[in-house]
């Protein structure tokens, strides 16, 4: 029986090796000098995603062990950062995708997870009972720009504007440079996570119009903890792009964050815990039980079988 969720890694990165299928398991060679292959086994049935970086390549084999086991395999930039595909093996739970489509398309369901995002980023936050998403909007604009105000003063750079201008990209001040750099980093992330739980990218709570809404959704979450402070730490940087990448990349960590989080929000409140066998600790199980179909009244019903009624 494969670990729960809960229980396995959560992700693995690699860069710069050969990921292989031999007697004994998956492992990864890496060519030490011309004499010399190591070999690191992995432990793919206890991995919940497995993260491709630059210079890696995989044989079919062990794509074929991989999804056996349940491990998503997401082809990913250096560091982690950037995903640019994903690979989900067959048995991967639908669960939170059913969840986070019931919630996106229900509006007041939408609503309320757009203030728990809210108040997820401020936890002092006081909210009126009848919340608009335009009072959200307005809120969050007022305390980012705040908080823009806060870090400027701290590093002595005067005022601050964020200005993200592709087309004027090297006039920018190394704050903007940092920051966007490091923004790139963090949706690279949250789009690995996303792509990890099986959820679609595209459908956002606040941000809509772009297949990576739901990614921008989840990464404000992290700005105010991670780039902002990056970035204008960098604001004499003679080469700040590459510095909050580099910075970046050091804190894969966030990864398990982002996928509590994320869970988190697509669980109704009113979700109650009860004994070891919990709603919560069955949603986290990978495997599928066997197909059923759709009834809006009674609720899923056996597939398999011949539902027809008289004679033909």
């Known amino acids: 029986m494969l670990p729960r969720v809960a229980d396995s890694l959560s992700f693995l990165y690699l860069d710069m090796v050969r990921v292989v299928q031999d007697d004994t398991g998956v492992c990864a060679q890496i060519q030490v000098d011309d004499h010399r292959t190591d070999l690191v ?54 669960h939170w995708l059913e969840q986070q489509v019931a919630t996106w398309a229900d509006p007041q369901r939408r609503l309320e997870v757009a203030v728990r995002m809210y108040q997820m980023r401020f936890k002092d936050a006081d909210l009126p009972e009848s919340v608009t998403l335009d009072q959200l909007r307005g809120m969050e604009g007022q305390r980012m720009k705040a908080f823009y105000k806060i870090l400027a003063q701290q590093h002595g750079i005067g005022r601050f504007r964020r200005n993200y201008r592709p087309d004027q990209w090297d006039s920018q001040d190394p704050v903007n440079l940092a920051l ?65 990448r580099r910075r970046f990349r050091e804190d894969l960590r966030l990864l398990p964050r982002i996928v509590q989080d ?19 600790e069955h949603s986290e199980r990978r495997d599928v039980r066997m197909v059923h179909l759709w ?6 019903l056996p597939a398999g079988v011949n539902y027809a009624t008289g004679e033909a």
């Open 295 to 300: 009834d809006p009244k009674t609720g899923a």
């Open 41 to 94: 086994y992995l432990p793919t049935a206890a991995l919940s995603c497995l993260l491709l970086g630059p210079g890696v390549s995989i044989t079919t084999p062990a794509l074929t062990t991989l999804a056996r086991h349940n491990t998503s395999v997401v082809c990913v930039g250096a560091g982690g950062v950037r995903a640019y595909a994903g690979i989900f093996p067959d048995s991967l739970t639908t």
């Open 180 to 244: 966007s750099a490091a923004n790139t980093c963090l949706y690279g992330i949250v789009h690995a996570a996303l792509l990890a739980l099986g959820l679609s990218p595209a459908l956002g709570y606040v941000h809509v119009g772009t297949q990576h809404a739901f990614v921008y959704d989840i990464a404000d979450l992290y700005k105010a903890d991670t780039t902002l402070p990056f970035a204008f730490a960098l604001h004499n940087s003679d080469n700040p792009e590459q510095q909050a």
């Open 262 to 280: 994320v869970q988190s929000l697509l669980t109704p409140p009113h979700t109650t815990t009860t004994g070891d066998d919990t709603d919560e």
